[in-house]
């Protein structure tokens, strides 16, 4: 998912800055307090021009927490986060009643990834006075934080579209959360709505690019990624996401340079490392792709998604132990996810560690229990640990889930070193 600014007042435009010789009270006629609501200035001279008018004094508790927020809203376009926090909360503090300090404080905690935190004040926010963005904040961050159901947060971000039809975070955030949840087809008809509403919004063409490839139609989809970076060419995850494309259209050279802008565009970012790696691997060279991992480590750059790559990268080379150690790595992050402990579970089960592939394999179904193949990584663990009826009771799931046919002879054979030649050739009969 992209973080987008979307605050009310970052709608509103900000001038360049001026001298810093420049007063910053030019008029008589003029008034810090009257400067700082006007937001008609750099960040630098809002922030400025709204600390100024709170030190002149003012005579209601109302009339300071509007300054309050006005300064939060500089500090945020400056990046100074911690300050902005506080003055959010001393705008509520001032007076309880101030809608904006509740918004202003929601969206600022929700583009820290603090989304859970977030929640409370945007749910405040809406029991003042159910605004847009107030409506839109609660739903994306009560989704995010995992904390409703997606069809909750759709409706949510649904009533703050009644609200604002042209609410375009909305619309796409609506977009990302059907893309999430696997409605490629639904994201995309969303993604549609919004560039009819603005053809030049490199997001809606990024994520409807993205929905084009979830459906794998990825020339439609390498098109789409090619007017998101055509409107705004400055943005990693476009480039990282052509070279996913080009991937898949096995046009791998073009996918390194497409991933190594993405590197040089955000080098902290994980994403356009593995995309890098992994289009280096579908060209031959693994052992470039692996060096581009250890470059990536040794940068700092890491994420259970970047180490759950160089793992499986590792495992097509041979090196298992070493792929088991990177992806134990990975799962002991708090970013890890169902997928990396299934890979864990296939490497512990390529290492003959039943115990240890059959602890992860139940992982991944606790998070996950549509997945197929940790019930089969399961069922290999349980047949090796002379468990074989579980294990048979195992594979039946992963075969009603989806698991490839191919691994019936594979799972036949593991029937067979443990000694069940009937179980194998009735497993054969019944598949």
């Not at 190594?260 to 060209?283: C, F, N, S, T, Y």
């Amino acid at each position: 998912m992209i973080r987008l600014l979307t605050s009310c007042f970052l709608c509103l435009a900000v001038l360049a800055a001026a001298a810093q010789a420049r007063p910053l009270i030019a008029s008589s006629e003029e008034t810090a307090a009257r400067l700082c609501h006007a937001f008609d200035d750099s960040p630098e001279r809002l922030e400025a021009l709204c600390a100024q008018a709170l030190a002149d004094g003012v005579a209601t508790s109302a009339e300071r927490a509007a300054l309050l927020t006005l300064r939060g809203d500089a500090l945020d376009l400056l990046g100074r986060d911690a300050e902005a926090e506080a003055a959010f909360r001393a705008a509520a503090e001032a007076d309880p009643g101030h809608l904006r300090a509740y918004t202003g404080l929601g969206w600022l905690l929700w583009r820290q990834d603090r989304e859970a935190e977030a929640v409370p004040y945007f749910r405040k926010a809406v029991d003042l006075r159910p605004t847009a963005d107030g409506l839109a904040g609660l739903g994306s961050a009560l989704y995010r934080a995992r904390q409703a159901e997606p069809a909750a947060a759709l409706e949510l971000i649904a009533a703050a579209l009644a609200i604002a039809p042209d609410y375009a975070w909305a619309l796409r955030e609506r977009g990302w959360i059907e893309l999430d949840e696997g409605r490629p087809e639904a994201a995309l008809a969303t993604f549609d709505a919004a560039l009819a509403r603005d053809g030049d919004d490199w997001n809606a063409h990024y994520g409807r690019s993205r929905a084009l490839a979830e459906t794998g139609a990825y020339e439609a989809a390498l098109e789409a990624v090619g007017r998101a970076i055509a409107v705004d060419g400055d943005q990693h995850w476009a480039y990282a996401h052509r070279a996913y494309v080009l991937r898949r259209l096995d046009r791998n050279a073009q996918a390194v340079t497409e991933a190594a802008r993405a590197v040089a565009l955000d080098p902290d970012w994980p994403g356009g490392h593995v995309q890098k790696a992994l289009a280096e691997e579908a060209l031959g060279r693994r052992a470039q792709a692996l060096e581009t991992f250890a470059a990536a480590l040794r940068r700092g750059v890491e994420s259970a998604y970047l180490l759950h790559w160089y793992a499986d990268v590792l495992s097509n080379d041979g090196r298992m132990q070493e792929a088991a150690a990177m992806i134990d790595r990975a799962v002991a992050r708090a970013d890890h996810d169902q997928f990396d402990l299934s890979l864990k579970s296939w490497i512990a089960v390529e290492l003959r560690d039943y115990g240890t592939a059959l602890e992860a394999a139940e992982g991944a179904l606790a998070l996950d229990p549509s997945m197929p193949y940790p019930h089969y990584y399961a069922a290999v663990a349980l047949v090796n640990r002379g468990r074989a009826d579980d294990g048979l009771a195992r594979f039946d799931e992963a075969m009603a889930l989806g698991i490839d046919r191919a691994m019936i002879g594979v799972f036949a054979a593991d029937l067979i070193a443990a000694g069940r030649f009937v179980d194998a050739i009735r497993l054969r009969a019944r598949y």
